[in-house]
């Protein structure tokens, strides 16, 4: 499968952006989805995850309440709506795949990445 992340780029502190991740192929409804980020010198984190059945959506605690996950398994896409940017939110960010994935989902657990868009917000 192949994953394609737009929606990056430059916002200034306060300000929102939102992420699609367009997946090839007819199996989207059933891969666990997460959005994960990199920072310059820093490991890859989890943002968001969504179990293949859509019905537990994960955040981390840094972007709890300002970010969104939905996904449109009519459309085989995944959106990251995010609001109330930070400079620290600057990365680049992935999208990723696992089939029948479950709700409890790590970078390491993850089969299929996208190459990533680029978050940057200033202050």
């Known amino acids: 499968v192949q994953l394609q992340a737009s929606g990056g780029g430059l916002v200034q502190t306060g300000g929102s952006l939102r992420l699609s991740c367009a997946a090839s192929g007819r199996m989207f409804s059933t891969y666990a989805m997460g959005w994960f980020r990199q920072a310059p010198g820093q490991e890859r984190e989890l943002v968001s995850t969504v179990d293949w059945r859509g019905e537990t959506t994960r955040y981390s605690d840094s972007v709890k309440g300002r970010f969104t996950l939905s996904r449109d398994n009519a459309k085989s896409t995944l959106f990251l709506q995010m609001n109330s940017l930070k400079p620290e939110d600057t990365a680049v960010y992935y999208c990723?795949?696992?089939?029948?994935?479950?709700?409890?989902?790590?970078?390491?657990?993850?089969?299929?990445w996208g190459k990533g868009t680029q978050v940057t917000v200033s202050s």
């Open positions: 990723a795949a696992k089939p029948w994935g479950g709700t409890s989902l790590q970078v390491q657990d993850m089969v299929y």
